[in-house]
Structures are given as C-alpha cells and as structure tokens.
C-alpha cells in the first residue's frame, strides 16, 4: 500500500476503540450489528403524533427506550430527545473502550473532548414547547428552551455527564454533520490537542412541523404507509423519496500509540478524509456529480491510497430519485473501472434517514463489516434502477473482507464528505 510518509499530520495516528448506538433497528451495538446482518428495517408507522393529515406517516424511529441514569428525572423536560440518545450512545461507547471516567485525574479528564454532528438538533422540542407557549398550558413549557434548542448544547450535556473538561464542540453541516464532526475530532488528537475524543451524530427531527416541511420539498416517499418496512428503497428502480429517521451513533477515538499500550480493541484507524461544496442548490445535487467525486479522491489522496485498493465504500443512498442516481455517476468518476469491481451498500435502507447522524451511522455499519467480516445488505433493492448498476449487495448480507472502505455522505448545501477508514494490523 502507498501510504503517505513524513509529515506532521500523521505522526500521531487515530483509532476507533468504542462503539455505542442508538438506532430504529436496536438500542446497543451488537443488537444493532444482528439487525443489519439479518436486513432487518426500523421504518415503521409513527405513534408519537397523528399523522391522519399527512401524506406521510411513517419514520424510522427508535421506539421506547429507557433514560440514561446521568440524566436526573427532573432534567427530562428540559432537554431535546437528542441529549438521552446522546447520552445512551455515549456510555455504551466509553464502556466498550473500557475507559472509566470516574478513576481519572482532573488532568486525564481535561484531555479528553468532545465533537458531536448534529443536523436538525433540538428542532423537535423547540416545536412542542413553543406551542405550549402559543397555545397552553404554558405551565408545560421549559425554562430551558433557548439553551436546549441551541445545538451547541449537545456536546456540552456529555462533557457534564462524564465529568470531561477538553474541547465541546457541535458541528453542524446538514446530512454530513457527523461525519465532519469525527474527522474533526481526529485533528485534535492527530495534532495533540486531545489524547481522546467522543466524537458521532445524533438527531431526531420526528415532529409534525418537521413532518410537513419535509413533505413541502417532496423529499419523503409517501407510498408506502401500508407497508412501511418496504419504503426506504435505495437505487431501486420505483424508489420514490427518503424515510425520515432518527438514532445517535458515537465512538471513542484515540490516539493508536496509546490504545495499544492499554490494551485496546481497535476497530480501524481513521486514515483520510476529502470534503468539497458544490455552491450549487439548498437542496437538490448538481447533476454532474463532479463534487461528490472530488470529495471520495481527496479522501482517498489524504489516505494515500488508490481507488483500486478500496474494498468496500458505505453509500449516502437516501431513495431519492436524484441524489441515488447522481451519487452513482461519482462513484463511478471517483474510482474508475474499479466501481464496477468492489461491493458497496446503503445503511438507511434499513434505518431510515437520520439526518446529521447519517455519516456516523454509516460508519457504524462500516465498522461492522470490518470486524465482522460481513457486509450489511442494501435491503428492498428487488429490481435496480438500470443507471445505478453498481454492486449494492442486494438485500441478503455477504461475507467479505475488508482492509480499506471509504464512507461517502452527501448533504443540503451543495456539502460532500467522504471517510477512509483502514484495519490496523499490529
């Protein structure tokens, strides 16, 4: 393999030593991992509200789950849906990379930070109180609005939670929220600023308002209600629009040197990212796909690897009619005849669209297929659209090995971000 030498950024590598999730298709990591292997979908009718005027009236959501105990019961009202996935997600991830807050030093603490992506944030609660303000009883209203609406505030419920005193930061860019977000936050130990980072996505942007400003846009399939499990759909040929879904998906990132002294497991290394803009539409891709390209090939340079040396790459794959087809050409430009070689496959066929926690759950299958040796289907994918006619491993799960994948997300804004992750071998 051609990997880059002698420079400053890559002295200090970055492993992934934790994993903890929140999902549609289960609430802890190896619940999750059997869902994805077996197909399983998370899209199911939403109960949360009543959607008998929608067009629309199924989402991926999580379901009942319980509270995280760091949140006291008091605090319940006061937060977005997002801080007790967040929180959820986060301890299961530090309790598989066997760290124990409690026994660190004030200065231990102090070098570790938190980096979380978030897309839509607090939306949802800001929605609910807002109109208890308007409309009563005002008494049901949170003296905390402004502060829990602001996505800020995310990683900082975390950092509090866990007693740690790094860097908090929330990155928000649309759907590539989280995957910007960890890449970030693997500078900051590159360059050692931090030794350890909590760093994912989480949204949950399940809400009427939000409901029906999707259905404005006409983003969202409205077909299949009766069979909700069927509806998210990448590359298929009578796809007809994206699943709104929600989850928190976190890792503990560490410098490698030192998860290797303690003993670590060490999911994979985090070698190159690429991010581009197309400066082109609110919503819609430029047809040309020439940026999401871009994106995958400055990924693939920063790693320094070849497209041919890739052996799986994790899709955006929303369902929509455009952004599956366009995502397919810069594949296509990204990795040459090599596209037509290597399988590749879509997450959100089986959990719906989480919105700036799609790149995070997308490198959480990722993670999987690495350490399991199996790579999760794009499921309902019964007869594929004849311009997307790349391996998407259709709807059954496939053994095959993994050294190097590229996970590749696409976002409003014109925003592309794309991943390489790589196995280390001691």
Known sequence: MNKREGTTKKDRRVAITGIGVMSPIGSCRECVWESLRLGTSGVRRIQDFDTSEFSVQIAADVGDFAWPQQLPEKDRKNVPRTVPLLLQASTEAISDAKIDPSQMTLDERRRIGVEIGTGGGGFAFTEKHYEYWFNGPKNKASVYIIPASTHGGLSSEVSMAFGFRGLSHVVSTGCTSSTDAIFYASEHIRHGRQNVMIAGGVDAPIAPGILAGFELMRVLTAEWNDEPWRASRPFSANRSGMVLGEGAYVFVLEELERAVERGAKIYAEIAGYGSTCDAYH?????????????????????????????????????????????????????????????????????????????????????????DTGTLAPTINLDNADPECDL???????????????????????????????QRFDK
């Open 282 to 370: 609110r919503v819609k891709l430029n047809d040309s796909g020439e940026e999401p390209a871009r994106a995958m090939t400055i990924a693939l340079d920063d790693a320094g690897v070849d497209p041919d040396e890739i052996d799986y790459v994790n899709l955006h794959g929303t369902s929509t009619v455009l952004n599956d087809r366009i995502e397919t050409s810069a594949i296509k430009q990204a990795f040459g005849d090599h596209a037509y070689k290597m399988p590749m496959s879509a997450t959100k066929s089986q959990i719906g669209h989480p919105q700036g926690a799609s790149g995070a759950a997308g490198i959480m299958s990722t993670l999987f297929a690495m």
């Open 391 to 421: 391996d998407y491993v259709p709807n059954e799960a496939r053994d095959h090995h993994i050294d190097i994948a590229l996970c590749n997300c696409i976002g409003f804004g014109s925003k592309n971000s794309a991943l390489v992750l």
